[in-house]
Nanobody, 122 residues
């Protein structure tokens, strides 16, 4: 069982930056691939990016590629999402998720955090 807690969301102006953190409980954090997703009301949960268990490989949605960076610190049981050049369309609740494989689909992840709101004003 893995429990995930996101933090770092908030209100930022367009062009600004935020860094989200996702802290995981348990001793097996390094055995999980981690993903970031986002969701706005009335829409499906959208893949943002993912990072492999070792952190050697990262994957991003086209909409955030070049602006967002995922990293992880297995010693701290934490994964990060650095978001730069934020745009109003990035406004959403952001979720981190843990799964056995690095994947793009929400159903491939077993554990989810509660989400953190990111609002980008124009």
């Amino acid at each position: 069982q893995v429990q995930l807690v996101e933090s770092g969301g908030g209100l930022v102006q367009a062009g600004g930056s935020l860094r989200l953190s996702c802290a995981a409980s348990g001793r097996t954090f390094s055995s999980y691939a981690m993903g970031w997703f986002r969701q706005v009301p009335g829409k499906e949960r959208e893949f943002v990016g993912a990072i492999s268990r070792s952190g050697a490989n990262t994957y991003y949605a086209d909409s955030v590629k070049g602006r967002f960076t995922i990293s992880r610190d297995n010693a701290k049981n934490t994964v990060y999402l650095q978001m730069n050049s934020l745009m109003p369309d990035d406004t959403a609740v952001y979720y981190c998720a843990a799964g056995r494989v690095t994947a793009w689909g929400p159903t491939d992840y077993d554990y989810w955090g509660q989400g953190t709101q990111v609002t980008v004003s124009s």
